[in-house]
């Protein structure tokens, strides 16, 4: 008795595929076989497996067929899209038809794989099945039956294959393809390789022994070979300058399972030399190619950089416009409407009001409010008058720092709902890309921002620039970013103020469209309060420009009213380009008045809760003494607000009117100095120290100068610092520096004075001291001698020329006579000045 190898595929446990009874003719008619180790069970027929079926006979990897035995292949038993499991490291083929009798209840139990295989073999075809090995990987099962002597094994498929087509078999899984069969004609190999089906077959051809030589079968010979298994897309023969032995050729099958059919077949036929196989026949080794089509994507993805990146810098930026504008448009309405702020909640307001009657300083602080507002009542006023109107331009609120405008325009506003605020400064001063998007970002609360991906974009564009010569488009420059973020800030901005339409039934006006509604309706547009615009004079700005711009396109669209808050006088140069056609609404707004400045200290030193035993002690001449210091301080501080309440500061610490203003008189000395009259470490400055000291000079002799008699001196028409050749730059720049203040009439500069009513005494301080005057007044003598000097060069350079001239024409007496009277003017300015410079210098070397 030979030694058991396996009866069938039947692992244990699964009784899909158990093998059934040996009832004679009906599925196996094998009778007894210790080999095959079947036997009869009351009527169901068990296996024992004894040897795994996924490495062949004698694990080989081949089956055999002796005479009167045949092997077919049944294809469409199992379903393909399955063998992903099988290239799990832990999985083998047992495994799955575990899974598949899962799936088949018993119910369908007619559809299980060993039923199927029983109902494609009639008992009218005169065989006995004696094996059956499954193939998951290639969907189907090699069936190894005998047959009697009077029949060949291909007269048994063609009955099959008859049978089948009279009465197809579908499987519950695939239930538009038909089970099919053919006989397989050439040695079989079992393999549990990593090795899975392709549409595409690799024949080598061997030769049948060691020694022989293969011959290389034509396309011909394997189109006639190969057909019946199923449609051929394409014979594809080795190259023929291929070194590669043994030669092959590569057949692409219109189907999967027509390449499976055809390998399990046709591996290890012997192809005769009537059939082309050469003298001694050619053994055809057949194996699954997988084709490259799982990477073609890939590699034309890789290989089109040029069209890729662009386009995949325009998913990106489609995907992120339609999924996150949204979520930022409605932070931005939110910030806007100021739904989220606390200070708005009614139960907090409900605290505050308790708060404000338990604690005294907050009544203070809303009578000090109340009278600052009651000596701006007209401006407040003319604000509120330019919110209501139609007009679409800008409303421009000017004043020098410290003046209080913002606080006045949160008092114009107080009780509208819809406004948003930007400052300017923390914008501009941001160092990068990067940080100027979040900031910006962050002032109109447009979020999510994600900034470092500007930075990563910028490295990413760079790379593909290097690597394909131009810029993919993945980095947006800053003044894209930035007007994606003023667009969104637009969209909110419409959307809040259409939020406060009534409905249909209650709309008046419900056959206008929006524009023409908000137009109609400005008591509902948005408010945006522009802060800061322009605080470091910078004519070119990319932030000031692209928010020119964007605030033009607000008002023109009548979507919101703009207020630009500025410091700085020359505020139309930057606004006329961005409205050119528009007049400005100005508002111009100074300092308070000194009664009013009075209240305003007074109101900060809190008598209330000063000792009334101290006050009592004071007699009438020492409060009227601190009654009149207070009022020189007062008239020395002027009505800045900033200066006021550090004059309170002061007296709340104990210090006298008197000894308060002189100490500040004495800091804002002291800031002159280092701001303006001092070039250490001050870099590129529009104006030279030589001029500022002449306006601190000019100003502390005079309250106040004419604009044009200060560009008329030498000192600012012909300045020898190249920074500040042009007087009118270095009085622009001084002004922004708030040394001084322009005041203008009829749009024309006007009037020089003093940048705060405190540095009014400042400039007289410094002015009395003799060793500064000194040393500044004889900078500026040697900057007007040098200035001589060249006029005299010049003047004595044509005199030269002239007097070289063979003739002395008449005409020529009085150009003559005209340069000797400028040169002797000249020289004798250069004379006095001398005289003044040496009387400096002496004064110089002798005091501190």
Avoid at 158 to 169: D, K, S, V
Avoid at 547 to 552: K, N, V
Avoid at 621 to 632: P, R, S
Avoid at 783 to 795: A, N, R
Wanted: with cysteine.
């Amino acid at each position: 008795m030979q030694s058991s190898r396996r009866i069938f595929y039947n692992p244990a446990r699964i009784p899909g595929l158990r093998s059934r009874g040996t009832i004679k003719r009906d599925f196996y008619n094998a009778g007894y076989s210790p080999r095959l180790g079947l036997g009869k069970h009351v009527g169901v027929w068990m296996g024992i497996r004894r040897e795994s079926t996924e490495t062949g006979e004698d694990q080989t990897g081949h089956i055999t067929a002796r005479p009167n035995e045949g092997i077919l292949w049944f294809d469409n038993l199992f379903p393909l899209k399955l063998n992903w499991m099988l290239r799990l490291p832990w999985h083998t083929e047992k495994d799955l038809p575990e899974l598949l009798t899962r799936f088949n209840n018993s119910n369908l139990g007619a559809f299980e794989p060993v039923a199927l295989v029983k109902r494609a073999i009639p008992s009218s075809v005169p065989m006995t099945v004696t094996e059956i090995l499954p193939r998951l990987k290639d969907g189907g099962a090699f069936v190894k039956f005998s047959h009697p002597n009077g029949i060949s094994a291909k007269e048994v498929e063609g009955l099959l294959r008859q049978y089948l087509r009279e009465n197809p078999i579908k499987p519950w899984f695939n239930p538009f393809r038909r089970i099919r069969t053919n006989l397989v004609v050439g040695k079989p190999w079992l393999e549990d390789l990593y090795r899975f089906p392709s549409s595409r077959i690799k024949v080598e051809f061997a030769p049948t022994s060691p020694g022989k030589e293969a011959a290389e079968l034509s396309q011909e010979a394997l189109y006639s070979l190969f057909r019946k298994y199923g449609k051929i897309a394409e014979i594809i023969p080795q190259p023929s300058d291929s070194k590669i032995l043994p030669k092959y050729a590569h057949l692409e099958f219109a189907r999967l399972r027509h390449a499976i059919m055809a390998r399990n077949c046709m591996h290890g036929l012997k192809v005769t030399e009537a059939e082309g196989g050469g003298a001694a026949g050619t053994l055809l080794r057949l194996s699954f190619q997988q084709k490259e089509k799982a990477h073609w994507i890939w590699d034309w993805l890789t290989s089109h950089p040029r069209i890729v990146i662009p386009a995949l810098a325009a998913l990106i930026a489609t995907v992120t416009v339609a999924v996150f504008d949204p979520i930022r448009t409605f932070f931005i309405k939110a910030h806007i409407e100021h739904s989220f702020h606390l200070k708005d909640n009614k139960i907090y307001q409900w605290f505050k009001s308790q708060a404000t009657d338990i604690f005294t300083f907050r009544r203070k602080r809303s009578e000090e409010a109340s009278m600052i507002w009651e000596d701006r009542k007209q401006i407040i006023d003319t604000i509120q008058t330019a919110l209501m109107e139609t007009s679409s331009t800008f409303i421009v609120v000017q004043g020098p720092r410290g003046s209080g405008k913002k606080d006045l325009l949160n008092e114009a506003l107080k009780g509208r709902r819809n406004t948003l605020l930007i400052d300017c400064k923390p914008i501009q001063d941001a160092r990068g890309d990067s940080a100027t998007i979040r900031a910006a970002a962050s002032a109109v609360g447009y979020r999510p921002v994600f900034s470092w991906a500007n930075s990563l974009s910028s490295l990413v564009d760079l790379a593909a620039q290097g690597t394909i010569g131009v810029k993919s488009g993945f980095s947006e420059t800053l003044d894209a970013q930035l007007g994606k973020i003023w667009g969104n800030t637009a969209s909110a901005l419409k959307s809040a103020a259409l939020a406060n339409r009534p409905k249909n039934k209650e709309d008046k006006d419900a056959a206008l469209s929006d524009d023409d509604w908000l137009e109609a309706h400005p008591e509902h547009r948005p408010v945006v309060l522009l802060d800061n615009f322009l605080h470091k004079n910078e004519e070119s700005s990319i932030v000031y420009d692209k928010l020119s711009e964007w605030a033009a396109g607000l008002t023109t669209a009548n979507i919101a009213h703009v207020v630009f808050l500025t410091n700085d006088i020359s505020y139309s140069k930057s606004l006329s380009k961005a409205l050119p056609d528009r007049v400005f609404r100005q508002i111009s707004l100074g300092d308070i008045k000194p009664d009013v400045a009075k209240k305003f200290v007074v109101s900060h030193l809190d008598i209330e809760k000063s000792d009334p035993k101290d006050t009592d002690a004071l007699t009438p001449t020492q409060k009227q003494d601190d009654v009149e210091e207070l009022d020189d301080a007062i008239v020395a501080v002027g009505g800045r607000l900033t200066d006021l309440e550090f004059l309170a500061r002061r007296l709340k610490t104990g210090q006298t009117p008197k000894r308060a203003i002189a100490e500040m008189i004495e800091q804002s000395a002291n800031e002159i100095m280092k701001m303006y009259l001092l070039t250490v470490d001050k870099g590129e400055r529009k104006w030279s120290p030589e001029q500022a000291w002449y306006l601190i000079k000019s100003l502390s002799e005079n309250g106040s100068l004419r604009y044009n008699e200060i560009l008329l001196t030498n000192t600012f028409a012909s300045s020898l610092t190249a920074s500040a050749s042009s007087g009118e730059s270095a009085l622009e720049a001084l002004t922004a520096a708030e040394l001084i203040t322009i005041t203008s009439y009829k749009g024309r500069p006007q009037t020089v004075r003093a940048g705060k009513p405190i540095y009014e005494a400042a400039f007289k301080v410094l002015a009395e001291d003799k060793v500064l005057k000194s040393r500044l007044d004889l900078a500026i003598l040697t900057e007007l001698t040098k200035i001589e000097t060249k006029s005299i060069d010049k003047y004595e350079t044509e005199l030269t020329m002239l007097g070289t001239l063979p003739k002395q024409p008449s005409e020529l007496a009085p150009r003559i006579q005209f340069l000797l009277t400028k040169l002797a003017a000249s020289q004798q300015k250069v004379e006095a000045w001398e005289k003044e410079m040496a009387t400096m210098k002496k004064l110089l070397l002798n005091v501190y």
